[in-house]
């Protein structure tokens, strides 16, 4: 299992864009709020740490992990974003009820960077109990919302790169 074999959140960083005009958003579920609450605080300590202003993480919340594609289609289509982080845990129960949640989450997430050309990252916990989350929220396999805010910086740093080499090379 790669969580085993990789630790994420110490991943190399160097080389990205300045990120003081860039703008993110964190779309936050309230369905297992301790686990949920840990991820964005590592996300937002995460943006911050490398150069995003306060005032560029707009945040919103919506009630589970199902609501995260609309919350993110929702606050993309109000602010400016240059990616947005969907931040959810759901935890496997006595039903299939986790893997048509996290499936649907999955595709609509993708479906929506796809469709609108900006990062839309996929923070979602999909462990199989409480403890699994907890030690991937902060715990013994670092914090998974520091990963996904590096995911958002590097991607929003490529597509940055790729404009500004647009109109260096090419033919038109």
């Not at 919302?145 to 500004?164: P, Q």
Request: hydrophobic content about 35%; overall charge positive; some cysteine.
């Amino acid at each position: 299992m790669a969580a085993k074999k990789k630790n994420l959140d110490k991943s190399n960083l160097s080389g990205l864009c300045n990120m003081t005009d860039k703008s993110f958003g964190l779309v936050v579920s309230e369905w297992n709020e301790e686990i949920t609450g840990s991820l964005e605080k590592g996300a937002r300590k995460t943006l911050l740490k490398h150069g995003v202003k306060e005032d560029n993480i707009h945040v919103v919340y919506v009630p589970g992990s199902f609501e995260l594609p609309m919350g993110a289609r929702l606050l993309a289509g109000k602010e400016r974003m240059d990616a947005v982080i969907c931040i959810g845990c759901v935890i496997k129960g006595e039903t299939k009820h986790d893997e048509y949640i996290n499936n649907a989450v999955a595709s609509g997430i993708m479906s929506l960077g796809l469709a609108s050309s900006k990062p839309v990252i996929f923070g979602v916990l999909t462990p199989n109990d409480y403890q699994q989350a907890k030690d991937r929220a902060g715990g013994k396999h670092g914090n998974k919302g520091v990963e996904a805010a590096h995911t958002a910086l590097k991607m929003v740093s490529l597509a940055h790169n790729l404009k500004e080499s647009d109109s260096k090379i090419g033919f038109k």
